[in-house]
């Protein structure tokens, strides 16, 4: 999926209770946060250094003003002054290191101050004390989903935190939160290629609350995988203008544009979203496509000698984007952004050509879409690299791998 544009920002009522927005700041009286120094050594009972360990720069003391340490925390954190909010924190986590409410005020003070190695390590101790903990349930679902770099993994815990939190919400008849877990579990399942649920929950989002623009947005994304091309093209053209989505908007239409072969609106749409984003939309790797077909014959024989015995009498052809009809055959649809497909039984199964098919014609292919890998990559070398992975994809197909098992090799 493309970068999320924007940290949300949670305001969340539940038993006394609150989550907030996750977005590095410096501390407010401009001094740096605790910070990692040279080693220093450790005093063993005689006196000898028996190791080292960094120099901390510690915690100031809570500055609470009377109120309790997780009263203050929660008030230093809605001003802002996250280094406050820490202090406060990490002292009510020692005065009651059993209870979850502390340790997860704790990650919201780390991933607000940017510090989220720390803050994953804060809501791993919330919900290891209280598994269904909604504060830290919701906090744990946006570091993992949005404030840290997507990955599989991350994407799957923040998926598993926003359902857990998704079901409690609802037992509870929290309408609020119901609609905070189901946004955060939308954008989980749409980075994960699971668009069906991520349209479900995008929807359950805007019926809680209508108008909500990273819902509205998540909504677009998942008719798009799921092909409903009309409906998708509808939505995002509401959002060209949007400061936040409209980069994004602008992307999207081209790639619908390009699919009904309109080149040139396609064109003008790309290059708006590059504009607005360089850095999400990068000039596209294209080859001419004799020297797309070119690097995946040379891609095919690198290969070891088992995969190219496997791919024997298999063509593996070059071709621009996906076609609808290889997109729909399939329940859910395959999404319109692959790089690759094998059409056709897995070995060693019966191989029967199509009904329709051309005489001749193989049973058994793989095709490469030029387009889609050439916006995938930043480089001529990733476009290479991206060649040679997504043929190993498509030849796991060929021997019976799904995409879950592909995607645990490294092969997603």
Same mark, same amino acid.
């Given at each position: 999926?493309?970068?999320?544009?924007?940290?949300?920002?949670?305001?969340v009522?539940?038993?006394?209770?609150?989550?907030?927005?996750?977005?590095?700041?410096?501390?407010?009286?401009?001094?740096?946060?605790?910070?990692?120094d040279?080693?220093?050594?450790?005093?063993?009972?005689?006196?000898?250094?028996?190791?080292?360990?960094?120099?901390?720069?510690?915690?100031?003391?809570?500055?609470?003003?009377?109120?309790?340490?997780?009263?203050?925390?929660?008030?230093?954190?809605?001003?802002?002054?996250?280094?406050?909010?820490?202090?406060?924190?990490?002292?009510?986590?020692?005065?009651?290191?059993?209870?979850?409410?502390?340790?997860?005020?704790?990650?919201?003070?780390?991933?607000?101050?940017?510090?989220?190695?720390?803050?994953?390590?804060?809501y791993?101790?919330?919900?290891?004390?209280?598994?269904?903990?909604?504060?830290?349930?919701?906090g744990?679902?946006h570091?993992?989903?949005?404030?840290?770099?997507?990955?599989?993994?991350?994407?799957?815990?923040?998926?598993?935190?926003?359902?857990?939190?998704?079901a409690?919400?609802?037992?509870?008849?929290?309408?609020?939160?119901?609609?905070?877990?189901?946004?955060l579990s939308?954008?989980a399942?749409?980075?994960?290629?699971?668009?069906?649920?991520?349209?479900?929950?995008?929807? %359950?989002? /805007?019926?809680?609350?209508?108008?909500? *623009? +990273? @819902? !509205?947005y998540?909504? &677009?994304? =998942?008719?798009f995988?799921?092909?409903?091309?009309?409906?998708?093209?509808?939505?995002?053209?509401?959002?060209?203008?949007?400061?936040?989505r409209?980069?994004?908007a602008?992307?999207?239409?081209? %790639?619908? /544009?390009?699919?009904?072969?309109k080149? *040139? +609106? @396609? !064109?003008?749409?790309? &290059?708006? =979203?590059?504009?607005?984003?360089?850095?999400?939309?990068?000039?596209?790797?294209?080859?001419?496509?004799?020297?797309?077909?070119?690097?995946?014959?040379?891609?095919?024989?690198?290969?070891?000698?088992?995969?190219?015995?496997?791919?024997?009498?298999?063509?593996?052809? !070059?071709?621009?984007?996906?076609?609808?009809?290889?997109?729909?055959?399939?329940?859910?649809?395959?999404?319109p952004?692959?790089?690759?497909?094998f059409?056709?039984?897995?070995l060693?199964?019966?191989?029967?050509?199509e009904?329709?098919?051309?005489p001749?014609?193989?049973?058994?292919?793989?095709?490469l879409?030029r387009?889609?890998?050439?916006?995938?990559?930043?480089?001529?070398?990733?476009?290479v690299?991206?060649?040679?992975?997504?043929?190993?994809?498509?030849?796991?197909?060929?021997?019976?791998?799904?995409?879950?098992?592909?995607?645990?090799?490294?092969?997603?």
């Amino acid at each position: 999926m493309f970068g999320r544009w924007a940290v949300l920002c949670f305001l969340v009522a539940v038993s006394g209770c609150s989550c907030r927005k996750v977005e590095p700041s410096p501390p407010s009286d401009g001094a740096a946060p605790a910070k990692l120094d040279k080693p220093v050594a450790l005093v063993g009972p005689e006196g000898h250094p028996t190791s080292f360990a960094p120099k901390v720069t510690p915690l100031s003391t809570c500055n609470a003003n009377g109120l309790q340490p997780l009263d203050a925390a929660r008030k230093w954190h809605d001003e802002g002054k996250f280094d406050e909010a820490l202090s406060c924190a990490a002292q009510a986590t020692a005065l009651t290191p059993d209870d979850p409410l502390g340790h997860s005020e704790r990650g919201a003070a780390l991933a607000s101050m940017g510090r989220l190695d720390e803050a994953q390590v804060a809501y791993a101790r919330a919900l290891a004390l209280d598994p269904e903990f909604p504060d830290a349930l919701l906090g744990a679902a946006h570091l993992y989903g949005v404030a840290l770099p997507s990955s599989r993994e991350r994407d799957e815990l923040a998926a598993v935190y926003s359902e857990r939190g998704l079901a409690a919400a609802r037992e509870q008849k929290d309408s609020e939160l119901t609609g905070q877990f189901a946004l955060l579990s939308a954008m989980a399942f749409n980075d994960l290629g699971q668009a069906r649920d991520a349209l479900d929950r995008s929807e %359950l989002a /805007l019926s809680l609350a209508p108008g909500g *623009r +990273e @819902a !509205a947005y998540e909504r &677009a994304v =998942a008719l798009f995988e799921l092909c409903r091309f009309a409906d998708a093209k509808q939505a995002f053209l509401t959002m060209l203008d949007d400061p936040e989505r409209g980069a994004h908007a602008h992307h999207h239409l081209g %790639l619908l /544009l390009e699919r009904e072969g309109k080149a *040139r +609106e @396609a !064109a003008e749409h790309f &290059a708006k =979203a590059r504009s607005l984003s360089p850095d999400d939309f990068p000039d596209p790797q294209l080859l001419p496509a004799d020297q797309f077909k070119r690097e995946i014959d040379l891609a095919v024989a690198s290969l070891p000698a088992d995969m190219r015995r496997d791919l024997d009498g298999i063509p593996v052809t !070059a071709e621009e984007l996906p076609r609808t009809d290889d997109l729909v055959s399939g329940d859910p649809p395959l999404s319109p952004a692959i790089l690759g497909l094998f059409r056709g039984p897995p070995l060693p199964e019966p191989c029967e050509p199509e009904p329709g098919a051309a005489p001749g014609q193989p049973c058994r292919s793989v095709a490469l879409y030029r387009l889609n890998l050439a916006r995938a990559v930043r480089s001529r070398e990733e476009l290479v690299e991206q060649i040679r992975v997504t043929l190993l994809h498509e030849i796991g197909h060929l021997r019976g791998e799904d995409d879950f098992e592909l995607a645990a090799r490294g092969l997603e």
